[in-house]
């Protein structure tokens, strides 16, 4: 089983929908949660961070974490053609350890 | 971009021959990595580095080294490279002690024949 599972898409929806990208974890030592986005020929860019369980907002983002569920999050509300993009969720177990597990991303497409 | 850039931004190369690509940060971050990018495996940890030749291995460090003789400079060598090499190369920096917080120059991507 992988670390880190995520559905890879495509996902196509029409402009103003609302968005919901997905990852399950395996290992229960993950604590800190991020979502980069991704668009094409372009390095990742952090979007959110979180590192409770719980619900963070900023804008029209939402990312969620449910550690009892090893299940994670990331809501974009009324998605614009602009956040056409692929979605990456990474994750961290706590101490000292530097290193982030990626998720294989979800290629989002939002049309006009 | 917090001030990384990448070189070259593409290469072609033939298999054998050695390569290296260099990361550069302009604002003194003490971590730096570097990651490849490759259909169906997502991103993968190369190496990482958490201060002047201090360095580390990630999960694909095989066919590669580093050097970090400054600050600024973080270089990617594939002393002979080959063709499963192929992928784009992201170099990033974090702004935290654990590494959550990366910010990613824009790539090499790097093709070996």
């Known amino acids: 089983q992988k670390e880190v599972e995520q559905d890879p898409g495509p996902l196509s929806v029409p402009e103003g929908a609302i968005v919901s990208l997905n990852c399950t974890y395996s290992?229960?030592?993950?604590?800190?949660f991020m979502w980069y986005r991704q668009y094409s020929r372009k390095g990742p860019e952090l979007l959110m961070y979180t590192y409770s369980s719980g619900n963070k907002e900023d804008g029209r983002f939402t990312a969620q974490v449910d550690k009892s569920s090893k299940y994670i999050s990331l809501f974009i509300r009324d998605s614009q053609p602009s956040d056409s993009a692929t979605y990456l969720c990474?994750?961290?177990?706590?101490?000292?350890?530097?290193?982030?597990?990626f998720g294989k991303g979800t290629l989002l497409t939002v049309n006009p | 971009d917090a001030g990384i850039t990448q070189s070259p931004r593409h290469k072609v190369t033939e298999t054998g021959t050695p390569v290296t690509l260099r990361c550069h940060q302009t604002e003194n971050h003490r971590y730096m990595y570097w990651y490849r990018q490759d259909p169906g495996h997502g991103l993968r940890l190369i190496h990482y580095s958490y201060g002047v030749k201090d360095t580390d291995k990630g999960e694909v460090s095989d066919g590669y080294s580093v050097s970090r003789s400054k600050t600024e400079d973080f270089l990617l060598t594939l002393e002979s490279a080959t063709s499963s090499q192929t992928s784009v190369y992201f170099c990033?920096?974090?702004?935290?002690?654990?590494?959550?917080?990366?910010?990613f120059g824009p790539g090499t991507r790097l093709t070996v024949l």
């Open positions: 990033a920096i974090s702004l935290t002690t654990g590494g959550d917080e990366q910010f």
């Open positions: 990474a994750m961290r177990s706590g101490g000292s350890n530097y290193k982030l597990t």
């Open positions: 290992n229960s030592a993950f604590q800190y």
